[in-house]
């Protein structure tokens, strides 16, 4: 651990629809979601659970400017990833849907993708690049995807259903560049 965060994170900015927030589906799912000031250095943010009593995303104040809705946005949907990938003990999505995640990611945001063969082992780099994919999302199929990914552990769906088994998302739109002004 880093030691305990600070603040909790209450964000009720990310209304995409009525009564559908990110950050309400995260706790939902039982992850506490704070910031802090005392991260791991070059964390924007990042998820801990260790399976027993530390369940929590901490988005890390030195580097995301929480006035930045965008931003918070996109440190909000890569971690959610890493809580979907908890919540179904793996890959989010299917194993067809990746040489697509790749390529989205080669040409939507290739400093993503140059950071991922970098900075990232070989066997974390499948789980980050979903995660920073994920940052590429419309807030309606992060959410759409978190409730699928989740809904054992929001109540949705019972243990050992389809919800478990990776997903394939629909294709992006081609111009999608940028996530969307979140107010």
């Not at 949907?77 to 790749?102: F, K, N, S």
Request: proline share 7%.
């Amino acid at each position: 651990g880093v030691g305990k965060p600070e603040l909790p994170l209450v964000l009720d900015l990310f209304t995409t629809t009525k009564d559908t927030k990110l950050e309400g589906l995260i706790n939902a799912s039982g992850t506490e979601t704070l910031v802090s000031s005392r991260c791991p250095p070059n964390h924007a943010a990042f998820y801990e659970n260790d399976g027993k009593r530390v369940n929590r995303l901490v988005i890390c104040r030195r580097h995301v400017d929480l006035s930045d809705l965008d931003a918070v946005w996109e440190v909000l949907a890569h971690e959610a990833t890493h809580i979907m990938q908890a919540c179904r003990g793996g890959a989010v999505l299917a194993d067809t849907q990746m040489p697509r995640t790749y390529r989205e990611l080669q040409t939507m945001a290739p400093h993503y993708a140059k950071l991922i063969n970098a900075a990232y082992s070989s066997g974390d780099q499948r789980l980050e690049a979903e995660a920073f994919w994920m940052e590429l999302q419309a807030p309606q199929r992060v959410l759409e995807m978190f409730r699928t990914s989740c809904a054992a552990r929001l109540g949705l769906a019972p243990v050992g259903s389809a919800s478990e088994r990776p997903v394939s998302a629909p294709a992006a739109p081609p111009s999608l560049i940028s996530l969307p002004a979140l107010r």
